[in-house]
């Protein structure tokens, strides 16, 4: 998180609690994806937390790499494949779920082109104002710039909205509205807050697995009643 280590830690411990709560209430093991959504925001939040720690007190750049390295894979190569394609499995059977299978396939591209970027490029990170700012040795300008956030958006953000389940909508609302704002307030540091407000959007995972599991169940029960 981009405030300090405590609000990272604490942040990572609640996630983590989230988490496990929303993975005992799976009952479809095709759910198991969207449901550890909150475990993979507990690890970025406490690789942040840890990258609060090696820039706050040490001037070995390995140990400063190592949570950095940790925080970048799972912001720009990890979230492009997995949000798509947990929400492909939520889906039943239908024209939606062809059109997140398409989205899942670029989304598994973005991400293993970002795995290549994370592998050439130096990338860094250094605290200024209170807030950390991540950097990549990679300029971007006008409609490439433009086109590069665009891409990343389709899979982590558009797949929300073609979802037929009405509190993914909801999420991807949420989703993109905390990007506009991080985008307008905090533009500087849009890797570390935007991941912050949509670790918290998270929360709404164990809703969205509750309500399936429990519909799940109402089938199932309606199966054996016949």
């Known amino acids: 998180m981009c405030f300090s280590t405590t609000a990272s830690f604490v942040s990572g411990t609640v996630l983590t609690v989230i988490g496990i709560t929303t993975v005992k209430k799976t009952k479809e093991l095709s759910y198991l994806l969207f449901a550890a959504i909150p475990f993979i925001f507990a690890a970025q939040q406490f690789s942040e937390g840890f990258v609060w720690l090696s820039l706050s007190n040490s001037n070995n750049s390995l140990i400063q790499q190592i949570p950095i390295t940790i925080f970048m894979t799972i912001a720009i190569a990890i979230w492009p494949a997995w949000v798509p394609i947990s929400i492909f ?44 700012k991540y950097e990549f040795n990679i300029i971007y300008e006008g409609y490439l710039k ?24 909801i999420m991807g609302v949420l989703v ?45 029960s309606d199966s054996f009643s016949k």
């Open 89 to 132: 499995l939520l889906e039943p059977k239908g024209n939606r779920k062809i059109v997140l299978a398409i989205i899942s396939g670029i989304g598994v591209i973005i991400s293993i082109v970002s795995m290549y970027y994370l592998l050439n490029y130096k990338f860094s990170a250094h605290i200024t104002d209170y807030h950390i």
């Open 146 to 169: 433009l086109l590069v956030g665009l891409l990343y958006l389709i899979p982590t953000v558009i797949s929300h909205f073609v979802s037929s389940i009405k509190k993914v909508n």
């Open 176 to 220: 993109i509205s905390s990007y506009l704002i991080t985008k307008i307030l905090f533009n500087d540091y849009i890797i570390s807050m935007w991941c912050f407000f949509s670790a918290i959007i998270s929360i709404m995972i164990y809703f969205i697995i509750k309500e399936k599991s429990l519909n799940s169940a109402v089938k199932t």
